[in-house]
């Protein structure tokens, strides 16, 4: 657990690494329901309510409680950003390193699909994704994922590329270890440093995509919540019902916050090159 | 007389508490004009770090002097305490008095500019040359430390010139304002050996043409002989061997253990 | 020169490879032009009305066919008929491609101009408040998603200072460059705000990494004033990794195009995709595609 | 596809643009702004409101609806069924030219309808006109329709501008869809899709002399951004759909809101042919849990009137004598219990996503108040075309509509409720009394009888309700003080625009 330590000692680590913390704890509470009011239920007699006592960050067009409803929906924009960036990791590595130690065919083909894909305009991608598939919290997942796959490609082919030619990857060949164990052992433990921070940083872009994609109706679909569709529901009622759109907005800025400075204090941490720059 | 320069009681830190963590404890020497002072140790006991604080470039590492006096005679007579003097006036010292070399010629150049350029750059901040003025005066200094075509030459950039070459640039940098003391930081170390004892006869060569003073920073014992007037043999952060080259027990003061 | 002539021999895969993927993903998504154009009425249609509206629409051809055509299309430069502009989707493209292109560059600049003095200041004033302060304002850039900040600043514009920028119509820059920049930068800030944030996190780590090298120290032994190391000898250094990124970012930019392009009404490359996508225009949406990658 | 002849087109952009006859230029031009745009300019084929908008201005058919929904004339002063009403008479306005000049003859009527009658041009209202046999133009101003029977909705039908008249020229030609060549009170100067539509007077137009010297129309996709542009007199006058929107605009004191009750109906479209709903008890059951006036407040923030299928005044009835309009929970609990469904099932239920902006929170609505009788409701929002798809499929379990109203409640209902309807198997229900019943409304040509018989319908359909009509909302035009004169009209027609006057 040093990690953590170093992180906390790290002076953006220390802040971003409470927000996250904190985050994550707000979304287990919503996913298990220890939330001030039923998020789906519509007290509608209670519609447009500003911020009161009972209704800590007011109600919206329906007469769901707009707090209970934030916790729900940092949970959902947790998972699609988690899952997605997972996805697309897990999809990154396979495809980057296979580039990267096969070469040349595997390597031309595999970086000229990314090439394709990463020609798309992002929000296109995900656009034709869901259209065909249909909208959904998956799709949304699926899509981002998508979207992020060729960077994280380029991200593990780059390193991996010059870790094959380093001598510990050959000393390891000399003890006859497999090619898979020195792919899994030595490459993958080597790459963790860039991943970590293109994973953090992803996150936060994770977040702003989903955000995105419900603006755009493709998003989580009603009455599920997720921090981009309240906001996209609360475009048309800025005036009415500010705080409809003010809790939302902040709830993503400052959660994208947390990530980026997260990916900071990471970068600095893990990355030896800079290990001795200042912070 | 007084000399040239003349270091007393330099202490020098590193970090948020520089006191707790002191690097240099209390050096002292003394430069006149066209003298050489080599001073000599091992990696990390502390010779660069007191070179760098001579001209205060230290502060920018993130050194601080803690305490002590490091006067310095200017070209108009005047003597200054460069330890306390304000970063204003030490930068119109650096450069126009007090020249500096470092060890990496490769990397001590910038890798955008062509080096005409960079030593012209001297010329108009310290003697205000136009731009044409200032490229002859730099063909004149790359020709005083024997660069040929030195013309042809001016347009090239950093990584077309082999370190030697790199090096005279370098010097000629240094030199380009005639300034009363030459900082040399290790300047030879990254060099070839044949291409070494070239910069060392340049050094010596333009030391006796200008009345220059010489600090010559190295860890190589064998150099000193052949360059220095004076020795100053420091270890870990304080000197223990001060006087004329070539006494025995200089020898003896370099701890077994730097030789394998 | 290999990098060179190896992106000039797969520039033309890649674009095939895009060309192939739109193709077949607008046809996967359900819903044709017809229904596009007539809506719940397309379903009064008799087979025989139904059938001449394919025809017109060129959908009764096989999927294979149409893409051949489309293919031999582009080979003497026609990209087929728009069905929604009823104009060769060319003259669509080349007259919204400007917008986007110019909303792309301007947020370019404004990231640049407000970016990297904000990074150089940043990195000079290391660890000081001053860089926290410099760095978070970077980091809340970062993360407003872009839609907020443009609700925002319509709002904000049209209630407490009476004035906005047009709207709806695009005044090319040729035509009244004053009318054009401020129609243009309102959006122009909005996309580039974003991407300021990440020019200022780029800039800072890259000043701060080039002010510890060896030929700033000999700057500075040199006597070099303090202001023109930073912008005279660090500064240009800078600049490398600041624009291969941008380079890559700009890609980006078409994508926050889409929704500044929505939301300040431009009609843009961008909307016009989405417009496309939405009305099921194959061959705009086509044609489309592929321009957008040439920009990128 | 030959290469359509835009040059004209592209040259009056040009000149339009080089004009700069952008806005604010005389202060006579109207700027004027909506959030969706025409899809096409060919009138026989849009269906589209926003492209009828657009059209409506340019091009006349050959009678129009006014504001009080009668028939008014327009190419044709005069008309009238014969005695056994196989034949429709009408009379041409001897003045009625098109924008070249040209005078609107019989020729150009007759060459219209047989253009939409042919299935080659794919006309969307050719089934409302099935029962023209054969046109006759004995002189130069009348033209008789010859019909196969009695068609008393073929007036109303003729009123709408898919049955614009165009010049035979054109038809021939075959621009019409590219080229715009109306007798309306407008000319379309220019049209850049997605973006704005610039329209000048007609000096050739029957209808005598139009308020202003112009329109400029800008597309604003974003509803705020429209508010924005007209609290900044961008423009002067806009049209609305969001009712979240629409409500802000009173706000200011130089904008005025003109709500208009409109025919288009919202309603909860079941599949009463699969799953628990073929039990006509459980639909009952529906119509009794849902509270309309619940929906309307919440969704709607009020911004409507609570209906029953009949939405055009001439014909609607006081829904509150209809099955259910007041919500009886109790009611439909027994009901559910009768059909053996007293644990509820589960269904799913399609939606547009914005289409109407209000979808997905009427949607939310309704599946919270069919919760309190077990019915476990999943809401699938998708994008427009996709939703078009499947609804003209009729996949669905439960379907949130807006649909297209009519003066007439044949040509409004004949496409669901009779048995040869087009939609029918989108209904997803039929039967002999309602077949029987559009019949007799088709030929019954006293309009006292003709009440009944859709009172009658309209009665039955509630009560079998294989749909659940909720309400018809507003359509909204604001605008600020320098514009007067507007009067709106219940079909959305902007056909008002023409007597508008813009001040200074």
Redesign the interface.
């Known amino acids: 657990m040093t990690l953590l330590r170093s992180i906390f000692a790290h002076p953006s680590g220390r802040i971003g690494g409470t927000i996250v913390a904190l985050y994550l704890i707000i979304a287990i509470m919503g996913l298990v329901g220890l939330t001030p009011h039923d998020p789906l239920m519509q007290f509608r007699i209670d519609r447009l309510h500003a911020p009161s006592a009972t209704y800590w960050m007011g109600t919206d067009l329906l007469g769901r409680d707009v707090a209970s409803r934030l916790m729900i929906g940092i949970a959902q924009s947790f998972i699609v950003s988690f899952a997605s960036v997972a996805l697309a990791t897990v999809l990154g590595i396979v495809l980057g390193l296979t580039a990267a130690w096969f070469g040349s065919y595997w390597d031309g083909t595999i970086m000229r699909a990314m090439d394709v894909l990463l020609a798309f305009p992002a929000i296109l991608l995900a656009l034709l994704i869901i259209t065909i598939v249909g909208p959904g919290t998956w799709t949304s997942v699926m899509a981002i994922a998508f979207v992020y796959t060729p960077i994280f490609t380029r991200v593990v082919r780059g390193p991996a590329l010059s870790l094959k030619t380093r001598e510990f990857v050959d000393a390891a060949r000399t003890f006859g270890s497999s090619r898979t164990y020195i792919l899994s052992r030595h490459m993958l433990l080597n790459l963790v440093a860039p991943l970590t921070v293109q994973v953090t940083l992803a996150l936060a872009w994770a977040l702003l995509t989903e955000a995105g994609l419900s603006f755009l109706g493709l998003g989580t679909q009603p009455p599920q919540a997720s921090l981009g569709l309240m906001l996209s529901e609360a475009r048309n009622l800025m005036e009415m019902a500010p705080w409809l759109l003010v809790f939302p907005a902040f709830a993503i800025m400052i959660g994208i916050l947390g990530f980026n400075l997260l990916g900071d204090a990471l970068r600095d941490i893990l990355d030896p090159r800079s290990r001795g720059a200042v912070a | 007389m007084s000399h040239l320069l003349s270091v007393s009681d330099l202490h020098v830190g590193f970090g948020k508490d520089p006191v707790a963590n002191e690097v240099v404890h209390g050096i002292g020497f003394t430069l006149d004009p066209g003298e050489t002072l080599a001073i000599v140790g091992e990696s990390g006991s502390g010779k660069s770090v007191t070179a760098l604080s001579v001209n205060r470039l230290v502060d920018f590492g993130g050194g601080k002097i803690t305490g002590g006096r490091i006067d310095f005679t200017l070209g108009s007579g005047a003597v200054i305490d460069l330890a306390a003097a304000p970063e204003k006036e030490l930068a119109a010292i650096r450069g126009r008095e007090i020249g500096m070399i470092f060890q990496e010629p490769m990397t001590s150049l910038n890798p955008v500019h062509a080096i005409g350029e960079q030593i012209a750059e001297s010329f108009r901040l310290h003697h205000g040359l136009t731009g044409k003025q200032a490229m002859r005066a730099a063909i004149d200094a790359l020709e005083r430390v024997r660069i040929p075509d030195a013309a042809r030459r001016l347009k090239y950039h950093p990584h077309q010139l082999s370190g030697g070459m790199l090096q005279r640039v370098m010097i000629a940098t240094a030199l380009s304002c005639n300034p009363r003391l030459l900082i040399a930081d290790e300047p030879t170390t990254a060099l070839d050996v044949t291409v070494q004892a070239q910069i060392l006869a340049l050094l010596s060569e333009l030391k006796r043409e200008s009345e220059m003073g010489l600090v010559f920073i190295t860890h190589d014992i064998g150099l000193v002989a052949g360059i220095a007037d004076k020795v100053m043999v420091m270890q870990n952060g304080k000197a223990v061997e001060q006087g004329r080259p070539m006494r025995c027990s200089m020898i003896r003061s370099i701890p077994i253990r730097s030789i394998f | 020169m290999n990098y060179l002539t190896r992106r000039l021999v797969t520039f033309p895969v890649v674009m095939l490879g895009v060309s192939v993927l739109v193709f077949v993903s607008i046809r996967l998504v359900p819903g044709d032009a017809i229904t596009a154009m007539l809506g719940t009425e397309a379903g009064l249609l008799t087979p025989a009305q139904r059938a001449s509206l394919e025809t017109y629409f060129g959908m009764d051809q096989s999927w294979f066919g149409q893409y051949w055509h489309w293919l031999g299309g582009v080979l003497q430069g026609n990209l087929g008929i728009s069905v929604t502009y009823g104009r060769p989707v060319l003259d669509v493209i080349l007259r919204v491609f400007p917008l986007t292109l110019e909303l792309a560059l301007l947020s370019m600049i404004v990231a640049l101009a407000v970016g990297l003095p904000a990074g150089v200041y940043a990195a000079t004033h290391a660890e000081r408040p001053s860089d926290l302060i410099v760095r978070i304002v970077a980091m809340v850039g970062q993360s407003t998603p872009s839609f907020v900040v443009a609700l925002l600043a319509i709002y904000a514009l049209s209630v407490w200072f009476g004035v906005l920028p047009a709207m709806g119509t695009f005044t090319p820059l040729w035509e009244d460059p004053l009318k054009n920049l401020a129609q243009m930068i309102l959006p122009a800030l909005t996309l580039g705000f974003a991407f300021a944030a990440a020019v200022t996190r780029i800039s800072r780590s890259a000043m701060l990494d080039i002010l510890s090298d060896d030929y700033i120290r000999t700057a500075r032994a040199k006597g070099v004033p303090a202001r023109s190391v930073i912008w005279h000898h660090a500064l240009p250094n800078a600049l490398i990794p600041v624009v291969t990124v941008s380079g890559v970012e700009f890609g980006y930019l078409l994508g926050g195009a889409v929704i500044v392009e929505q939301v300040f009404a431009l009609p843009g490359l961008g909307r016009t995709v989405l417009d496309a996508i939405l009305q099921r225009d194959y061959a705009l949406v086509q044609g489309a595609c592929c321009s957008s990658r040439l920009i990128s | 596809?030959g290469?359509?002849r835009?040059k004209n087109l592209v040259s009056a952009v040009a000149v339009a643009?080089a004009l700069?006859a952008?806005f604010p230029a005389t202060a006579a031009t109207l700027n004027m702004?909506w959030s969706q745009d025409a899809?096409?300019?060919d009138p026989h084929?849009?269906?589209?409101f926003s492209s009828l908008r657009l059209l409506e201005l340019v091009y006349e058919p050959l009678v129009r609806t006014d504001s009080d929904l009668n028939i008014a004339p327009a190419v044709a002063t005069s008309w009238e069924f014969s005695e056994d009403g196989q034949t429709l008479t009408f009379k041409l306005d001897a003045d009625a030219k098109f924008s070249n000049g040209n005078k609107v003859m019989t020729s150009d009527v007759k060459a219209s309808f047989e253009r939409i009658l042919n299935?080659?041009?794919?006309?969307?209202?050719?089934?409302n006109f099935l029962s023209i046999e054969s046109i006759d133009t004995p002189d130069d101003e009348t033209v008789v329709f010859n019909l196969s029977q009695p068609d008393v909705p073929l007036l109303t039908a003729m009123s709408s501008i898919n049955a614009a008249i165009l010049p035979a020229g054109l038809i021939e030609a075959g621009m019409i869809?590219?080229e715009t060549l109306g007798s309306g009170p407008f000319v379309l100067d220019s049209w850049?899709?997605?973006?704005?539509e610039v329209l000048s007077v007609n000096e050739n137009w029957a209808g005598g002399a139009v308020g202003v010297d112009g329109i400029n129309i800008?597309?604003?996709?974003?509803?705020?951004?429209i508010?924005?542009?007209l609290?900044?007199d961008?423009v002067d006058f806009a049209l609305i759909n969001?009712p979240?929107?629409a409500?802000?605009v009173p706000?200011n004191p130089n904008l005025s809101l003109n709500r208009e009750p409109v025919l288009n109906y919202h309603v909860l479209q079941l599949n009463a042919e699969e799953g628990a709903m073929t039990e006509e008890k459980v639909r009952q059951a529906i119509s009794c849990a849902i509270d309309r006036q619940?929906v309307l407040?919440?969704?709607l923030l009020g911004e409507g009137k609570v209906t029953g299928p009949l939405t055009m005044p001439a014909y609607a009835s006081d829904p509150s004598d209809l099955l259910c309009y007041a919500p009886d929970l109790e009611k439909a609990k027994a009901l559910m219990a009768e059909a053996g469904y007293e644990d509820g099932f589960s269904a799913s239920v399609i939606a547009a996503?914005?289409e109407p902006?209000t979808a997905?929170?009427e949607?939310?609505?309704i599946?919270?108040q069919l919760a309190e009788i077990g019915i476990d409701l999943e809401?699938?929002?998708?994008?427009?075309?996709?939703y078009?798809?499947?609804?003209?499929k009729g996949d669905f379990d439960m379907a949130v509509?807006l649909?297209?109203g009519r003066t007439d409640p044949y040509t409004m209902y004949n496409?669901y409720w009779t048995k040869d309807g087009?939609?029918a198997h989108?209904a997803h229900y039929g039967d002999d009394m309602l077949d029987s019943l559009m019949q007799q409304g088709r030929v019954e040509t006293d309009p006292e009888k003709r009440k009944e018989i859709f009172a009658e319908f309209s009665k039955h359909i509630t009560d079998v309700s294989p749909w659940i009509w909720l309400y018809t909302g507003y359509s909204y035009t604001a605008a600020n003080d320098k514009v007067s004169g507007f009067e709106a009209n219940p079909t959305g027609s902007l056909f008002g625009l023409s007597a508008v006057t813009v001040g200074e």
């Open positions: 596809m290469r359509p835009f643009a700069g952008a702004a899809t096409g300019l084929k849009q269906t589209a299935e080659e041009t794919g006309a969307s209202a050719r089934a869809g590219t850049e899709p997605n973006s704005r800008s597309v604003l996709p974003d509803e705020t951004a508010l924005a542009a609290r900044t961008q969001d979240l929107v409500t802000l706000s619940d407040d919440a969704a996503t914005g902006p997905a929170a949607a939310q609505v599946q919270s809401i699938e929002m998708m994008e427009l075309n996709v078009i798809d499947r609804w003209l509509a649909n297209g496409r087009n939609l989108v």
